[in-house]
């Protein structure tokens, strides 16, 4: 199913996130594994996703965690991997995910920087 309005899609988390940190590739970008399954809404991330949690290059790491909004990272990370929706909703997914996580204009930045430069990233 590939969707391309944000707006009509159920966000709600419906299970615990549980990650594990990743050992196997320790030089590898990846840091954590989905450890069960991660529901939210009609998205499930399948147990054994690898993530580096939120993609921040490192000279914005300052003003942007990689751990802003984990759950979002994780969703947009596994919408990104699968295509399942347009990159475009898979970044307002992500963006109406920070609400509650980060003041408005980090939100905006975030929102932007996705839009700039996660091309590369989405396999759709």
């Known amino acids: 199913m590939r969707t391309?309005?944000?707006m009509e899609i159920d966000l709600t988390q419906?299970?615990?996130l549980v990650l594990v940190r990743e050992l196997e590739r320790p030089t590898s970008s990846?840091?954590?594994v989905v450890?069960?399954?991660f529901v939210v809404g009609d998205f499930t991330v399948p147990k054994g996703m690898a993530t580096d949690l939120a993609s921040v290059p490192v000279p914005f790491r300052n003003l942007i965690s990689q751990l802003t909004c984990v759950e979002g990272a994780i969703l947009h990370?596994?919408?990104?991997?699968t295509g399942v929706?347009?990159?475009k909703v898979a970044d307002k997914i992500f963006f109406e995910m920070l609400k509650d996580?980060?003041?408005a204009y980090k939100r905006y930045l975030i929102y932007?920087?996705?839009r700039l430069g996660g091309a590369s990233s989405y396999k759709g």
């Open 30 to 32: 990846t840091l954590f």
């Open 101 to 103: 996580a980060v003041p």
């Open 35 to 37: 450890a069960e399954d």
């Open 77 to 81: 990370d596994h919408l990104y991997k």
């Open 85 to 87: 929706v347009r990159r």
């Open 4 to 6: 391309d309005c944000a």
């Open 112 to 114: 932007w920087a996705l």
């Open 14 to 16: 419906k299970t615990p």
